[in-house]
């Protein structure tokens, strides 16, 4: 599962520098530029959206509450409709309003990656395994509960800690698998391994590279 929140949010970034673009070449009235990106964005937001209703919903369906996933679908008609009206406009007769759209977008895509993250981060445990310690644990940190923080805060814990302590192991208990945080790792240049355990928690251990 980690795999595709990791590309979902890959896809998220992507858009959010598509979208980045689209208001410079506004700013700039480099309108030639703005139509390509809108172009651009337009279709990689159509695109995130059918993915997310053909393969993201379906499989998060399985294993969290439906009402829980309903801000993503909500994010999805908000989406569709802001880019449809910057799609439609003429942003060389209107600039100040289409700023203000580009914002309102802006604000979009932020709350959607962010209700993605907090649905993945709501998965359901997996079948629990034994409790012994995890490998690279007996030089890390004491272990950091996190069960009782909701989502985002324990990934914006830990990855405060890791900012603080960038060569240091750390080991931190939550409630859940953290699938949204793997591909932050990834991309700071860490190594993880993880399990659950018999007490219903999520043991998870997290080392620089080289180590």
Not at 51 to 76: G, M
Not at 170 to 193: I, M, N, Q, S
Request: glycine fraction near 6%.
């Amino acid at each position: 599962m980690h795999r595709l929140a990791e590309s979902l949010h890959a896809r998220h970034r992507e858009l959010s520098a598509i979208a980045e673009s689209v208001s410079r070449s506004a700013r700039e009235g480099d309108w030639t530029r703005y139509r390509s990106d809108m172009t651009s964005l337009r279709e990689g937001v159509l695109s995130l959206i059918a993915q997310e209703n053909d393969d993201v919903l379906p499989l998060l369906e399985r294993s969290v509450a439906r009402e829980s996933l309903a801000p993503l679908r909500a994010n999805h008609a908000e989406l569709r409709a802001a880019i449809d009206v910057l799609a439609a406009a003429s942003p060389a007769h209107d600039p100040e309003g289409c700023h203000a759209e580009l914002e309102r977008l802006a604000d979009l895509l932020h709350e959607h990656a962010r209700a993605s993250m907090l649905a993945f981060g709501e998965q359901v445990v997996p079948a629990p395994v034994g409790t012994a310690p995890l490998p690279g644990a007996e030089n890390a940190s004491p272990m950091v509960d996190l069960r009782n923080l909701d989502p985002p805060e324990p990934l914006l814990r830990i990855l405060d800690s890791l900012d603080r302590e960038p060569q240091k192991p750390f080991v931190a208990l939550l409630r859940h698998e953290p699938y949204p945080l793997y591909g932050l790792l990834t991309e700071r240049g860490r190594r993880y391994h993880g399990r659950a355990r018999e007490d219903g928690g999520f043991e998870l251990t997290i080392e620089p590279r080289g180590k």
